[in-house]
């Protein structure tokens, strides 16, 4: 089996932040995790890359080229649809190592993974190579601190779970940048009670609010009826808080516990290496 995380979210929400930090820390516990890095625009990260597609593609092929003519957003598109159509490229990059461990750093171009077909075609060849995925969906604290702004970045949590039909996390990312006050707020929003947050929005007498009342109260029902939606904070600053949402992942994938089969094996084993040493 081998190990993946599909890194998701909105334009600068920490995505790939989010992979540096993860790779140290999974160092420092002597852990290797590797990252693939899928923003065919990116300019500047923090880690060593595994796989890196501005080698097959880079953003300004699609815009550059003078038949394409690409906008921004339709050469990203262009650019994952290259991917797919070179997964040998893709597949002879990763190698074939068991028990390997991923994460795959994605561009901030939010429909990739709320409409648009690629990201699920990409999640179906990663399947077919043996990949366990967790995705984790990231969001800044910084923009989750107000109801209003909570439940349209649950919708958006829910589009991605519902078309990458896969197991999910939702990360808060960069926690250090809050004050006390809005650290405190934020607890209504790791754990969310939609009755609470609807009393906010009532509270804040919007004209919105007014007119769309009815639509807002029912979003709110659906988030608790399903219990689909649950945030875990991330602080950089923290250990404790970085070592939480690995762990959290990590029992999903089941990362580990073929490890432990594996142990259990060998112990069996042991008596019978006796009885040869014996002989
Ligand atoms: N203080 C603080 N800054 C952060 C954190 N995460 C990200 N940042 C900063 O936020 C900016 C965007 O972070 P990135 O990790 O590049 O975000 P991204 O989601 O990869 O961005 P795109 O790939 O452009 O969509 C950078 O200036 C980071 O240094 C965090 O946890 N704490
Ligand atoms: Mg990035």
């Known amino acids: 089996m081998r190990y993946a995380q599909l890194i ?4 600068g929400s920490g995505k790939s932040t989010y992979c540096s930090t993860i790779v140290k820390h999974a160092m420092d516990s002597k852990r290797i995790v590797d990252v693939v890095n899928l923003d065919p625009a990116a300019e500047h990260f923090d880690y060593e890359p595994l796989v890196d597609i501005r080698e097959l593609i880079h953003l300004d092929d699609a815009m550059e ?3 394409l003519q690409f906008g921004p957003n339709g050469g990203l598109v262009f650019c994952i649809e290259t991917l797919l159509e070179n997964s040998d490229w893709l597949e002879e990059q990763l190698g074939d190592v068991d028990d390997d461990y991923i994460l795959f750093d994605c561009p901030g171009q939010i429909e990739l993974y709320t409409h648009l077909p690629v990201m699920r075609r990409l999640v179906d060849l990663l399947q077919n190579w043996n990949f366990r995925i967790c995705v984790v969906f990231l969001v800044d604290s ?12 649950t919708m958006a949590a829910l589009s991605v779970m519902v078309n ?3 197991p999910h996390v939702n990360v808060l990312t960069k926690m250090d940048l809050l004050s006390k006050t809005a650290r405190k707020q934020i607890d209504n929003y790791l754990d969310p009670d939609p009755h609470v947050l609807l009393s906010d929005m009532r509270n804040a007498h919007s004209k919105w609010h007014e007119k769309y009342a009815k639509l ?3 979003i709110g029902e659906v988030v608790e009826n399903f219990s689909l939606v649950r945030f875990y904070p991330l602080n950089i ?3 404790e808080s970085i070592e939480n949402i690995m762990l959290t992942v990590d029992n999903i994938i089941q990362y580990g516990e073929d490890a432990d089969v594996k142990i259990k094996d060998f112990d069996e084993l042991e008596p019978e290496h006796n009885e040869i040493g014996d002989d």
Do not use: H, N, W
């Not at 601190?145 to 349209?152: E, H, M, V």
């Open 8 to 11: 998701v979210g909105p334009a």
């Open 142 to 153: 910084q923009f989750m601190i107000d109801g209003a702004k909570f439940l349209s970045g």
């Open 216 to 218: 807002t109260e029912a």
């Open 164 to 166: 990458l039909e896969l």
């Open 65 to 67: 080229d003078e038949e």
């Open 237 to 239: 600053r923290d250990e």
